[in-house]
């Protein structure tokens, strides 16, 4: 999956721990968030998985679910 600049629609890369765009010359930060509240979700981390928890009541949320979003920085 790629993750495509939020301003201009071209692929971004992910440069020291945040995604850049080449084209606009900006970073972005990545948000998952809740598929079912839009709200942001924790992320944790174990054992190599990467799992994501809605603390608005909706659980665990599967990766595939996760919505995700770029703020710039």
Do not use: T
């Amino acid at each position: 999956m790629d993750a495509l600049c939020p301003a201009c629609g071209q692929p971004m890369n992910w440069v020291d721990g945040d995604y850049h765009c080449q084209i606009c010359q900006r970073h972005y930060r990545q948000i998952a968030e809740c598929p079912d509240c839009g709200q942001p979700l924790q992320q944790l981390k174990a054992c190599g998985a990467v799992d994501y928890l809605c603390q608005q009541g909706h659980g665990l949320i599967s990766k595939k679910r996760v919505k995700f979003s770029y703020q710039p920085r």
